[in-house]
């Protein structure tokens, strides 16, 4: 199967790469990373630029259709491969079977393992009280909601401390943050409230994207709360800092 990194693992979180080949490796797959892969397109996409994004999906698709596999640790760029690029193509006689046939074995990590490979437990083990975010396209574009947590549940010493309003948005959007910082920033200063509240020392997600967020306005705020992605803690791979925090 191909891995597909991501921009924000690469550039700023790559120990995410690393707990994810871990993770696949130990459930069986044969893990390759193209190194000619490149952003999933996302941004122009939702900047309403298609043509520049197609140019990226074809690079994307030619470098990892010959898998059996894709997968993508963020539920945001595997929702963009997986539903949307074949809409870039509709109509198209050279890429429109090509695109579809793609999407068709693209998953976010999590949901790969569990639905796919039929993983129950990774063998993990971590004294902590997390609470887990359930990010918005990885939640509703592709259901990822119930596979971290049962995955969770079988992580030795782990407690699991859910948060009011976990799957509500924590004001990231890629660029919607930018656009409407004001409003970004309503939203992630009520999120933090309520991960505070939930009395957990750790925030586990699936995206980096949204983890950087929070991680950031945790981090003004003074809080110790640790930010983690969740394939570092099913990985077994927490002896790297956190993105932010420093744990109670």
């Not at 993990?124 to 939640?139: E, I, M, N, P, Q």
């Not at 049962?150 to 799957?167: P, Q």
């Not at 306005?217 to 099913?234: I, M, N, Q």
Request: charged share 20%; aromatic share 6%; hydrophobic share 40%.
């Amino acid at each position: 199967m191909g891995l597909f990194a991501t921009c924000l693992v690469d550039l700023f979180r790559p120990s995410v790469g690393f707990a994810s080949v871990k993770l696949l490796q130990d459930a069986g797959c044969e893990v390759h990373v193209p190194v000619a892969q490149t952003c999933c397109g996302q941004p122009t996409y939702n900047t309403g630029d298609r043509a520049d994004t197609r140019e990226i999906a074809e690079q994307v698709i030619e470098a990892f259709e010959g898998f059996d596999f894709i997968v993508a640790p963020s539920g945001s760029c595997a929702a963009m491969l997986k539903k949307h690029y074949p809409g870039l193509f509709k109509g198209n006689a050279d890429w429109e079977d090509r695109a579809q046939r793609f999407s068709d074995k693209c998953h976010e990590l999590v949901s790969f393992l569990a639905d796919v490979m039929m993983v129950r437990d990774t063998g993990a083990a971590l004294s902590a009280r997390v609470t887990y975010h359930d990010s918005c396209s990885g939640l509703r574009e592709l259901g990822v909601q119930q596979q971290p947590r049962k995955l969770l549940a079988n992580v030795g010493g782990l407690e699991l401390h859910e948060m009011k309003d976990s799957d509500v948005c924590c004001g990231f959007g890629g660029t919607f943050c930018v656009k409407y910082s004001d409003i970004s920033n309503a939203i992630v200063t009520k999120k933090v409230g309520n991960i505070d509240a939930s009395g957990a020392d750790m925030l586990l997600a699936g995206d980096v994207g949204c983890l950087m967020n929070m991680a950031g306005k945790l981090k003004r705020l003074g809080s110790d709360v640790e930010v983690r992605h969740v394939a570092e803690v099913l990985a077994g791979m927490t002896d790297q800092p956190p993105i932010a925090g420093s744990g109670k």
